[in-house]
């Protein structure tokens, strides 16, 4: 988890290995149990589903200064979280490359804290770009970034996560219609494919079909990827990066389990918005072995 | 009553398309959106001359907002234009989170509000639009009343930073306010000074007013007459100062009592200095077809309405 004191920028880091990675996902799970057992509530299903994805892209992919944040990212990769309920994982994320510190996570959902429920930029919070947790408005934010990047002769990439339930927005689809037609390829969207919403299974709420066959349709370049292993995401993540600046976006289906890591959470919607009691935390904290542990 | 003289009629949104144009060439950062009325919106100037700096969108105004607050981030700055409707009703939460909540530069330029629209009927003219923007923490809101204010206030919500609603029209109106008249947000502007009634228009409403204070000066009244153009920040001293003179109010503006002008300067003197108070305003309505003229008489949003405001309100001072 050591981050260099003297400089505060992410070059992507081709030498760090999966490994390690790991050991930082492991890290970063154990933060998401904490956080949202600490105030009995948030959303830890989707938020652990998601680790391997945004460990991936702060501790691998992306080219990003924490320190001193910059609301405009000129020449940063940037990121949106468009499901704004998985901000644990984001929360811890930010914290663990160096955007605040980490024993902020603490204040999580708690009064007067930078760490609201869902992201917002309304406290400042380093790192955050955009609100979220209204659903199906990442994708538009996203795109309008990316678009500014090419007005600046901005070569960086955009990069933007979605809920596949959060697929069920009619705004996602205007976008999804608009970012083809634009020529928007500095976009890499993300689905959180791990099929399950608030209600039940989303093939039983509202079925999303076949994705793939729909986004191209619209036209976009699609990747499909299994998003609980590194070593398949980071490959696919490799390709998408190879697909930019084709005059197409780029959407990976990320295949997902919710909960993902620790065993009585994983592959049901239960836990989308529960907290654990304290002794499932326990329980979730010995599935979660990290070399050495830094808690906040 | 001084007089107001003017060479033409214009329509408002013409200003606010002759203003983008020229930030066109004055502001680089600059960006423009529509959602597929560049006609309707008098963008043409700007899209002709700044293509690659304006954005069609189509019939996705959810998608416009969301994309607008995108391009701030990399220090853009967004006008989108539609009608006054699809500019607000259609995308409030769109404009809550990713705009106001967000704090984002987004400037949300809206053509077509209020009951002058005309024979589209309801569906396409908004009442609602200043009490749903001016609702929103951090929103800036402006219904400038001709030509040359319009065009002045694009301008200058383009040096300011933060989320602002910008509402004009589509009907020609007489364009008398000068064309180097600064436009200063949250600045009310003080068209006859008077000492029996204080009337504060915006918008459209401000010509009706004028009009109204020459009939209100044949019968002996005499009106002090204030373009309210920024309902939010509210100019709350100049409008005290005025009623504490005057001891009555008249407001007129197209749009619903509930949520308008009215209910803002209703608020204000409320807590600061209650006096009798009238509302020139729609009254928990929907519009319908009509010609603009046809309507503004219905509805009661002209100068006689104004007068007849005026003289209930007098009767109610103490």
Known sequence: MAQSTTSKTHAPEATKSVAELKQIAAQVRRDIVRMVHAVNSGHPGGSLGCTELLVSLYFKVMKHTPEPFDMDGIGQDLFFLSNGHISPVFYSVLARSGYFPVSELATFRKLNSRLQGHPATHEHLPGIRIASGSLGQGLSVATGAAQAKKLNGDNSTVFVLMGDGELQEGQIWEAALYAPHHKVDNLIAFVDRNGQQIDGPTDKIGGLGDLRAKFEAFGWRVLETDGNQFETLLPTIEEAQSLLGQGVPVMVLMDTEMGFGIDFMMGSHKWHGVAPNDDQLATALLQLEVEKASDY | ?318
Request: net charge negative; hydrophobic share 40%; aromatic share 6%.
């Open chain 2, 1 to 318: 009553m001084k007089d107001f003289p003017y060479t033409e009629s214009k329509d408002t949104r013409s200003g606010f398309g002759a203003g983008l144009h020229e930030l066109g060439r004055t502001n680089p950062n600059v960006v423009a959106l529509c959602a597929d009325l560049i006609g309707s919106l008098k963008m043409d100037a700007f899209v002709k001359d700044f293509p690659e700096r304006f954005f069609q969108v189509g019939i996705a105004e959810a998608n416009m907002m969301g994309l607008a607050a995108g391009l701030t981030i990399g220090g853009k700055i967004p006008f989108t234009g539609t009608f006054a409707n699809f500019s607000t009703g259609r995308v409030y939460d769109q404009i809550r989170q990713s705009i106001a909540y967000s704090g984002k530069n987004v400037k949300i330029c809206a053509s077509h509000a209020g009951l002058t629209l005309g024979e589209d009927g309801a569906t396409h003219q908004i009442l609602e639009d200043i009490g749903l923007m001016k609702m929103l923490p951090h929103m800036t809101v402006i219904n400038p009343c001709d030509y040359n204010q319009t065009k002045a206030a694009t301008l200058a919500i383009a040096d300011y930073e933060g989320p602002v609603y910008l509402r004009f029209g589509r009907p020609v109106v007489p364009n008398f306010t000068p064309a180097d008249q600064q436009f200063e947000i949250g600045k009310g502007v003080m068209l006859n000074e008077g000492a029996d009634v204080s009337i504060f228009a915006t918008g459209h409403l401000v010509w009706k007013a004028i009009l109204a204070g020459k009939l209100l000066a044949d019968k002996g009244i005499n009106a002090e007459i204030i373009n309210i153009h920024t309902i939010k920040p509210l100019d709350a001293r100049m409008i005290l100062e005025s009623a504490r003179k005057t001891r009555c109010v008249v407001t007129a503006e197209e749009h619903q009592m509930n949520g308008g002008l009215g209910d803002s300067i209703a608020q204000l003197l409320a807590r600061e200095e209650p006096l009798p108070l009238e509302m020139v305003a729609v009254n928990d309505s929907f519009g319908e077809s009509g010609t603009p003229d046809q309507l503004m008489e219905k509805y009661k949003l002209n100068e006689a309405a104004i007068v007849a405001a005026v003289e209930k309100v007098m009767a109610r001072r103490k």
